[in-house]
């Protein structure tokens, strides 16, 4: 049985993250995300909001992403875990540039500010 909380929980943090992307703000993607998260993307990891900007602040602009979310489950009363599938779409950023599509594995975790994102792990999607 689907867990709707634990779905929406992870549905509100992704839609932030999905929109601070499309606005290309960098800062406001890497305040979707703890201030310790352990991210993950298509290069070396890092760890921090640090580095969760500098990864977005050095995507094109006009990169969009649409994701949807696969599974999701309640790991504690703090902590939710989702499978998502992401597109991250280049076609305003770079005319022609193929999609990329990937596995998104995030740990959501509750903090004084709100959900934010405690880890994040893409895979390509094959």
């Known amino acids: 049985m689907p867990d709707t909380e634990a779905e929406t929980v992870l549905g509100e943090v992704l839609d ?6 499309g ?7 890497a305040e979707v995300f703890t201030e310790d998260a352990i991210f993950q993307g298509l290069r070396p990891y890092s760890v921090g909001r640090t580095g969760v900007e500098s990864y977005y602040a ?3 602009e006009g990169m969009t992403v649409a994701y949807r979310i696969l599974e999701s489950r309640r790991m504690g009363d703090d902590v939710v875990l989702g499978w998502v599938t ?5 076609t305003r950023a ?4 193929a999609p990329i599509a990937v596995n998104l594995t995030v740990v959501v975790r509750r903090t004084a500010g709100g959900w ?8 390509p999607r094959l």
């Open 16 to 21: 932030a993250w999905r929109k601070a992307i």
């Open 23 to 29: 606005d290309h703000h960098p800062s406001s993607v």
């Open 58 to 60: 050095a995507q094109p």
């Open 86 to 90: 992401a597109d991250f779409d280049f």
């Open 94 to 97: 770079v005319p022609g540039r």
């Open 116 to 123: 934010r994102i405690a880890h994040y792990h893409v895979s």
